[in-house]
């Protein structure tokens, strides 16, 4: 990557659903170890944009680049092993799986391994590295202790945990946390809060946190990007978009004052 | 123009048969939320006693109209709904495919266990309606009889009266309502159970009308015709996307224009006549779930509530302690020496060629272990891919003389390449799309390749001859070569799944089972790994098929027709589609619970009480998506380990966990 060159870039991204324009026109870039927040109100295509850069959806018009790399027409799975990872709005776990084997999945996804000659062979069993290494990432997001627990048995809380996890286990650039406070109570919140500056910090990964909890938002980013009704009203510290009347107004309702 | 007309015109009341049925379908789906397979065994059923009382106990029509359509089809729609889909939690889109299935397989099975095998012609039945037998007038040189003026009118009646129940009453929008979820419906004050046992009496009251329609078009009494008559009326339904009554009505009435118009034009002895022309119905569904984007998404649960569904159950040997799993391993490798040895010494012949025609069961069933029990995938033509392993294997020995073992690889191989071919087609279906291609293509290979002489030997079949298998002088069919060629294969197949399921691909499948969305956001190619898991289970089914052709030493296309595709899914379903000893269990436990019924006297002695008990075993699904005997297994092992080693294991027979996302 040229030096200079953002990690992600959106350029004048736009999807419709039918007449319902969900994102219109967003561009803004994310640098390298960077933290960004994209919060606004219910319905302002904070999610649907996250799929338009996972390629869960096509976006209708615009540019995604990742380390200035167009991601158009790529799949999904050729975005994650770019070095995009997500978790989900709705908690995305792989039932009956336990904590450790998710990352164990993660790991090997990520390199596109998964060769039927090498699981016939019994040539596919986990390497002393891989185990290794979900080790610490179990450790550094506090679900060790977790490793052998079938996800069935979790709490919301920890399944948060396990995704976040299971999506670091893929040593994505950038990673898009959708809402990683949803359902949980002030101290889980607290907890999620923790664990992504812990991980922005020691490996450096990018952050995308579209998050409602203003709070957990002005604790853990950088910079914060503000949408309303698919539109990208403003961008800046989260204080100076906080004090934007413009965003006080469509966000939170309010002109003025505090 | 005239000739046109002469063509087209009989097709209205033939598209009309369709379309009842594909009204019912519709019904169905918008009032429960439940694709009713067994909508044509209803049919089936409710036309069986119809004719039974007029023929056999000399009725007239009306009275057994009263019995069998008014009375007994809607009371079979309520027991329908009371001991089985309302308990089905709406998210759970396998369990409701499942156990319509296993309804569509047991219901025809049932019926000549409880009245006795009978010979019974419809075309002969006195009708409620018009008189069949009478031709009312001429339309276009067409004679218009009555059971043309029967099918149009009921199909007109029916049309109106459901589109008016569905769009413009309460119950109606009520019924929509609970389709999404009925826990929803229940916080507005709808007595949501009371209105889906509402559209469960109305559509299986449809369900008998159009079997006491429809039964004198076929003459003798087919379970089958029922069955073909549904691939067209699921057809039309999804070209309505299950929800539009007069979508699904106009293309009923189409296929059947077309149908007789191509029918009447094609020289009858060509080829487009005799293979393509049946397949019509096919075609159109498959168009369907390829063309309609809204048939990718039937799955989709909308029921906001669905996240306070506890997960399934984990499976036996997930569950239980190390101290018992070792007893339990132990306890299986002594159950399988002795088996060998007394397979080998002194098991009687005719329980020989029992286990040694379940052992070669199992093996094609182990293809529904890997691509249901592991992917997650639901196919309805496994039972085909085994027949295009037999066929391929039996062509070769006869016009190569090859060895049918060798053969059979070559099969296997080319049952993987349809199988392939398959995943590709439905690569953005899931769940009841993929089931619905997946039928359609069975439907196909039973009525066009399977049917053809060239290929299987037409109802005679193939007879194997021992020389195809290079050791005649040695091999003996029914003895102990047969059990250890069974055992060698049976180990090896056994010994692929559990490899592929410990291995990389095994732990992506599992992924992409749990959330589709999240494994691709992994990085986990989904494409590659249906089209890997489709074209496994394809091999291991094409080679199952040469192992029973070798076993039954004939290949024969009724024994790989799609209803055994359906019986092969409730077998495994049964016993357990999670492991590798559920697909043996359902493999052997068929043939085994076969043989002990020979015992029993007249009508119990078949395989139609086989197919009722295993179906009506399946249909627990509903509750134990485990299997019924996997429940079973936990529930004792789960005793014993409380008795044995004082392990506090919760209560016996309930979900060891509760739902992660749920909190």
Not at chain 1, 24 to 53: H, M, Q, Y
Not at chain 1, 117 to 142: F, Q, T, Y
Not at chain 2, 595 to 624: C, D, K, N
């Amino acid at each position: 990557m040229a030096e200079g060159t953002p990690l992600l870039s959106l350029l004048g991204v736009s999807k419709s659903f039918g007449g319902v324009q969900a994102v219109s026109d967003i561009s803004f870039d994310v640098r390298a170890g960077e933290s960004v927040g994209l919060v606004g109100p219910n319905g302002a295509g904070k999610t649907t944009l996250f799929n338009c850069v996972c390629g869960q959806l096509r976006n209708d018009r615009g540019e995604i680049r990742l380390e200035g790399r167009s991601l158009e027409g790529l799949p999904t799975y050729k975005r994650a092993r770019l070095g995009i990872g997500r978790t989900y709005q709705k908690v995305e776990v792989f039932t009956d799986m336990s904590v450790r084997e998710h990352l164990l999945v993660a790991e090997r996804a990520r390199r596109g391994e998964g060769r039927l000659w090498k699981d016939l062979l019994n040539m596919s069993a986990p390497l002393r590295a891989e185990l290794d290494n979900a080790e610490a990432i179990m450790d550094l997001v506090g679900i060790g202790a977790l490793a052998d627990t079938s996800v069935n048995a979790l709490g919301l809380g920890h399944c948060r945990l396990v995704e976040l996890a299971r999506a670091l286990a893929g040593q994505p650039k950038i990673l898009l946390a959708d809402e990683p406070s949803s359902g949980l109570d002030i101290h889980e919140t607290a907890e999620v809060a923790k664990v992504l500056r812990t991980v922005q910090r020691e490996s450096g990964t990018a952050l995308l946190l579209v998050e409602h909890d203003l709070s957990m938002v002005g604790e853990v980013v950088d910079r914060t990007v503000v949408m309303d009704l698919g539109s990208m009203l403003a961008t800046g510290t989260f204080n100076e978009v906080m004090d934007n009347p413009a965003v006080r107004h469509a966000y939170l309702g309010q002109v003025g004052g505090s | 123009m005239e000739q046109f007309l002469g063509f087209a015109l009989p097709g209205i009341p033939f598209g009309c048969t369709y379309a009842i049925v594909a009204v019912g379908l519709v019904l169905t789906y918008q009032a429960t939320g439940v694709f009713n397979f067994a909508f044509g065994a209803q049919a089936f059923a409710a036309a069986f006693v119809f004719t039974l009382l007029t023929q056999n106990e000399h009725w007239s029509g009306f009275p057994a109209f009263l019995v069998s359509v008014v009375v007994m089809s809607p009371l079979i729609g309520l027991a329908f709904d009371h001991f089985l889909f309302r308990h089905i939690p709406n998210s759970n889109a396998m369990a409701k495919v499942v156990c319509s299935l296993c309804l569509f397989v047991g219901i025809p099975s049932l019926m000549p266990v409880i009245f006795g095998a009978q010979n019974l012609d419809a075309t002969a039945t006195i009708f409620p309606f018009f008189n069949p037998n009478v031709v009312y007038f001429n339309w276009f040189e067409t004679p218009i009889n009555g059971i043309y003026l029967s099918t149009i009118t009921v199909t007109v009646v029916v049309l109106v009266a459901l589109t008016a129940l569905l769009r413009y009453t309460s119950l109606g929008l009520q019924m929509r309502g609970a389709v999404e979820s009925r826990r929803l419906v229940q916080l507005d004050g709808v007595n949501s159970r009371g209105v889906v046992a509402i559209a469960w009496a109305t559509s299986s009251f449809m369900a008998g009308l159009a079997g006491v329609l429809l039964a004198p078009n076929y003459g003798p009494f087919q379970p089958n015709d029922f069955a073909t008559l549904m691939v067209g009326a699921i057809a039309a339904a999804a070209w309505g996307l299950l929800r539009s009554v007069p979508i699904a009505t106009g293309v009923a009435v189409l296929i059947g224009v077309v149908s007789t118009t191509l029918k009447g034009y094609l020289p009858t002895s060509s080829f487009l006549s005799s293979a393509v022309l049946p397949a019509l119905p096919f075609f159109v569904l498959v168009a369907a779930l390829l063309i309609l984007p809204g048939m990718r998404t039937l799955d989709l649960s909308r029921d906001p509530l669905s996240t306070i569904d506890p997960p399934p159950p984990p499976t036996a040997a997930a569950s239980r302690a190390p101290q018992m799993d070792r007893i339990i391993r132990s306890a299986w490798w002594v159950l399988l020496a002795f088996f060998c040895v007394s397979m080998l010494t002194w098991i009687p012949t005719t329980w020989e060629a029992a286990f040694n025609a379940g052992l070669a069961l199992s093996t094609v069933l182990l293809s529904i272990t890997l691509i249901t029990g592991m992917a997650g995938q639901l196919s309805l033509c496994q039972g085909t891919l085994a027949g295009v392993g037999a066929f391929t294997s039996a062509q070769l020995a006869i016009h190569l003389g090859l060895n049918m073992l060798v053969g059979g690889i070559v099969g296997a191989a080319l049952a993987a390449v349809v199988a392939v071919v398959l995943a590709l087609l439905s690569l953005r279906l899931r769940g009841l799309g993929l089931a619905l291609m997946t039928l359609a293509a069975a439907l196909l290979f039973d009525s066009t390749f399977f049917n053809a002489v060239s290929i299987s030997g037409g109802t005679e079949g193939l007879n194997l001859k021992a020389q195809w298998l290079g050791t005649s002088a040695f091999f003996n069919f029914d003895g102990h070569a047969l059990f250890i060629l069974c055992m060698v294969v049976l180990v090896l197949a056994v010994a692929v799944v559990l490899l592929v399921r410990k291995g990389t691909v095994g732990r992506n499948l599992a992924a992409m089972r749990g959330s589709e969305m999240a494994a691709a956001g992994l990085g986990i190619n989904l494409t590659k790994q249906r089209v890997v898991v489709f074209a496994l289970a394809g091999a291991i089914a094409g080679f199952g098929g040469v192992l029973v052709t070798i076993q039954q030493q004939q290949a024969n296309m009724n024994d790989w027709n799609y209803n055994y595709s359906l019986i092969f899914i409730v077998l495994v379903v049964t016993t357990g589609v999670a492991t590798v000893e559920g697909a043996i269990q359902a493999g052997i436990g068929f043939y085994v619970v076969t043989q002990l019924l020979t015992y029993l006297p007249g009508r119990f002695g078949g395989t139609s009480l086989v197919i009722v008990l295993f179906a009506f075993g399946a249909l627990q699904y509903a509750r134990h998506p485990e299997g019924v005997l996997e429940f079973q297994k936990r529930r004792s092992t789960l005793w014993l380990e409380h008795h044995l080693f004082d392990r506090d294991t919760g209560a016996v027979g309930a979900p060891l966990s509760t739902s992660g996302a749920d909190g």
